[in-house]
């Protein structure tokens, strides 16, 4: 099958322009970069990531929900768990790109966001899906995230938002400010 429509018949719930804006990122990402995936379900993502790019993909969710007719489960790294488990296991991992739609309630993406977040390179790129009025923890989240600069460079596409880390902000920041008069 053709590459393209591989990418666009995977079955992912995402939007056709939200599975070739993952394609496209991940197209740019050479065989020593890194991708990690929060969120896995049925593999669609994994299956767009893996098949773009040369990059070594890892894969989190609390199952295995995988089809394995449709995806191509040697292509990546599974790791079944939740993300703080993830990072216990490979606390050295450098991440060049971070694609997060796991729990969509404020408090687990916040939860994805603050495990992975350091082991984003500085200038790496971070992917939020759901961000939408049906999931309001993921798009309170981020754009917390936005307000308070802790992502840059940000790109809406349907549902997804595409930013980038700042090159010397560090987490820090993001926590010692308020969010609603609440210290984060």
Partial sequence: MNKFYSIID??????ISERLALSSIAATLGKDSVIVEVGTEQGGSAKILSESSQATLYTIDIGDHIYGSTVDRSRFIFFQGNAKAFKNENPDLNIDFLYIDGDHS?????????????????????????????????????????????ITDCILIDTMVIARKPESRSIRFYRNNFFLGIKL
């Fill in 10 to 15: 995977s079955p992912s719930i995402s939007s």
């Fill in 106 to 150: 404020f408090g687990g993406v916040r939860e994805d966001f603050d495990t992975l977040y350091a082991m984003l390179k500085p200038g790496g790129i971070i992917a939020f899906h759901d961000v939408d009025y049906k999931h309001l923890g993921v798009l309170v989240f981020v754009e917390t995230l936005k307000l308070f600069n802790v």
